[in-house]
């Protein structure tokens, strides 16, 4: 008596949706619209991947770096800010020291085996900092040194300071 009663329920639960069609077709759209819903807020990126950007480094520390590969002090001196040159003729620093720095270095055999360009940040006045590591060798036969560097950038895009 147990599965006719629960067959009966079963129809007359049936019957009761056919007769009231719209008010079920109602309730179907309002599920599918909620399972939608759900499904794509919960596919979105959160807050941590949205914020991760893929970006190119900046001119001015590829030509940096490209000026400290190449031992080229011009390059390195135009990707400067003004201010930066500024202070390093107050101090007595020519591009013809840095030549000379850059000579010594290429002397005892420095290279570049890897410049990685970790990313930057984007500070409220405009600057911004980037950030890199950066794989060298003493000569040839030495042990990989990773540096780690950190420069700021004017609102022109020049090379303000390096850590």
Excluded: C
Aim: net charge negative.
């Amino acid at each position: 008596m147990g599965l006719k009663n629960a067959a009966r329920l079963v129809l007359r639960g049936i019957e009761e949706l056919w007769e009231h069609r719209l008010s079920t077709a109602i309730i179907m759209i309002l599920l599918i619209a909620l399972i939608f819903v759900s499904t794509v807020r919960f596919a979105e990126p959160s807050i941590a991947q949205a914020s991760v950007k893929t970006l190119s480094p900046p001119p001015a520390t590829e030509q940096y770096f490209k000026g400290q590969a190449t031992y080229d002090s011009t390059l390195i001196w135009e990707s400067l800010s003004r201010e930066l040159i500024g202070r390093a003729a107050q101090s007595g620093a020519t591009i013809d020291d840095l030549q000379a720095q850059l000579d010594q270095s290429r002397g005892m055999g420095r290279t570049f085996d890897r410049i990685d360009y970790v990313g930057s940040y984007g500070l409220p006045d405009g600057r911004s900092m980037q950030f890199y590591v950066v794989s060298t060798r003493r000569s040839p036969v030495a042990e990989v040194d990773q540096t780690f560097y950190v420069f700021t950038l004017d609102q022109t895009g020049k090379i303000l300071s390096v850590e």
